[in-house]
């Protein structure tokens, strides 16, 4: 079954406890990105990448962190989470190539930051 | 950042009514989207639009995009409480390489 993973899908931590959000997609897709959606704002890019070793930042990177060392990886780092970070995010892949491609979106990992 | 503005925020109509979400921007898309969001998921894609003035049907729902490619709407008939969900435009512009920008969403609740 085609889909995108992201784990943890519920985390609860504290100002400054560095943490990893994973995120793998098993259909081959060049491009991955990571969302954050907060009430009123919609989805908000925070980094994205076209293909493996290539990251971009998107509106929102400030204390966020990616790499793409694996085209099915693109995990999320937060070096030093504050209360501001806390969110429900959202890791994408598609096809690379075509600008209507469809978003495929994991199922969310929401994370609260005391 | 293009700015994309979608409206109603939120919407909360009976069973059977019609209802229109609308997604409007300032600049020309190249593309648009519609996603539906329902809770505890991620989005899920309901159509792209790329031609001014086109229309695409998906059962009760019609979606359409304005001739200058500045707007589109969603219109759902006969509302059912299994519309019930956030619905999400996202829009594409030319050189943004695949960078999609998605409006605020409109939160849509049908009651029986």
């Not at chain 1, 919609?42 to 980094?47: E, K």
């Not at chain 2, 939120?10 to 190249?30: A, K």
């Not at chain 2, 001014?52 to 589109?72: H, I, M």
Request: proline content about 5%; some cysteine.
């Amino acid at each position: 079954e085609a889909q995108v993973t992201q784990n943890p899908r519920y985390l609860i931590t504290v100002t400054g406890k560095k943490l990893t959000v994973t995120c793998s997609q098993n259909m081959n897709h060049e491009y991955m990105s990571w969302y954050r959606q907060d009430p009123g704002l919609g989805l908000r890019q925070i980094y994205y990448s076209m293909n493996v070793e290539v990251t971009d930042k998107g509106d929102v990177p400030e204390g966020y962190k990616v790499s793409r060392k694996e085209k099915r990886n693109f995990p999320l780092i937060l070096e030093s989470p504050s209360p501001n970070q806390t969110s429900l995010y959202f890791c994408a892949s598609t096809r690379f190539g075509t600008s209507t491609g469809e978003l495929f979106f994991g199922e969310g990992s929401r994370l609260t930051v005391l | 950042t293009q700015l994309l503005e979608q409206s109603p925020q939120f919407l909360s109509i009976q069973e059977g009514e019609n209802l229109t979400v609308y997604c409007n921007s300032s600049s020309v898309f190249s593309s648009l989207q519609w996603y539906r969001q329902e809770p505890g998921e991620g989005p899920v894609l309901l159509v792209t639009v790329v031609t001014g003035g086109e229309v695409k049907k998906l059962k009760r729902l019609t979606f359409q995009f304005g001739d200058a490619r500045k707007d589109s709407s969603l219109h759902i008939t006969a509302a059912q409480p299994g519309d019930t969900g956030l619905y999400l435009c996202a829009g594409a512009w030319r050189g943004s390489a695949r960078q999609l920008t998605f409006g605020s969403g409109t939160q849509l609740t049908v009651l029986p």
